[in-house]
């Protein structure tokens, strides 16, 4: 693709139940730019996550990615985007290592095991790579999700809710991550029920909770 790095949201329009989340939903997310979403709980904002990253279908609109339908270039579309949600995606009987290697081969990148350990030690997990994940606690749990972020290639970080949880250390180092990747590039949609625990000059804000009822 051809096409500088974009993602645009046309119309968009999600329903649950009998209540409409949000309708002709439109925005815009350039190269090195992070998007805010707002709104209490139930507002849609996983919702909105998951039909940007193809987990459920919109009831309308168009999701497209440097000017193509997702559904059109799925796969590159997949390797662009790196989805990180309210549940880690770890294999709890799996080593940090070995969760991370899995990730960068579904990725479709291979990156060298040296790597994964200065990783996992960025993330504050030195000493604790070859313990199986249902060993670590909840923190250092999301600490191994966290660490996915850096390992692959992915442009477009999408996450849910990525604050909770976490000590101050910890959120502290997803500030620095967002902000590095933002510097090189990258583009992040991110969610929050509450304001953020810092804020750049890089960000845009989209606020829900003005849903319907059918």
């Known amino acids: 693709m051809e096409q500088p790095p974009k993602l645009q949201v046309t119309n968009l329009e999600c329903i649950r139940g009998e209540r409409?989340?949000?309708?002709?939903?439109n925005f815009t997310l350039n190269i090195g730019r992070a998007l805010h979403v707002k709104?209490?709980?139930?507002?849609?904002?996983?919702?909105?996550?998951?039909?940007?990253?193809g987990l459920l279908l919109p009831q309308e609109g168009l999701i497209q990615w440097c000017n193509i339908d997702i559904r059109k270039i799925?796969?590159?579309?997949?390797?662009?985007?790196?989805?990180?949600?309210?549940?880690n995606g770890i294999k709890l009987e799996l080593t940090g290592i070995e969760n991370l290697n899995i990730a960068t081969t579904l990725s479709g990148y291979e990156v060298h095991?040296?790597?994964?350990?200065?990783?996992?030690?960025?993330?504050?997990?030195?000493?604790?790579?070859?313990?199986?994940?249902?060993?670590?606690?909840?923190?250092?749990?999301?600490?191994?999700?966290?660490?996915?972020?850096?390992v692959t290639q992915a442009r477009l970080w999408i996450l849910d809710e990525p604050y909770v949880g976490l000590d101050t250390?910890?959120?502290?180092?997803?500030?620095?991550?967002?902000?590095?990747?933002?510097?090189?590039?990258?583009?992040?949609?991110?969610?929050?029920?509450?304001?953020?625990?810092?804020?750049?000059?890089?960000?845009?804000?989209?606020?829900l909770g003005t849903n319907q009822s059918l």
């Open 39 to 53: 709104g209490p709980n139930g507002s849609g904002k996983t919702t909105l996550l998951r039909a940007i990253s």
């Open 74 to 87: 799925w796969e590159e579309f997949c390797q662009d985007t790196l989805y990180l949600g309210h549940l």
């Open 113 to 150: 095991n040296n790597i994964l350990w200065q990783t996992l030690a960025q993330v504050g997990l030195a000493g604790f790579e070859d313990l199986p994940c249902r060993m670590l606690s909840q923190g250092q749990k999301r600490r191994v999700a966290i660490a996915r972020l850096l």
């Open 20 to 25: 409409r989340l949000f309708s002709k939903l």
């Open 169 to 207: 250390k910890a959120v502290n180092l997803i500030q620095q991550f967002i902000s590095q990747h933002l510097a090189q590039g990258g583009m992040v949609i991110l969610t929050t029920h509450q304001k953020l625990p810092f804020t750049f000059d890089k960000i845009d804000d989209l606020e």
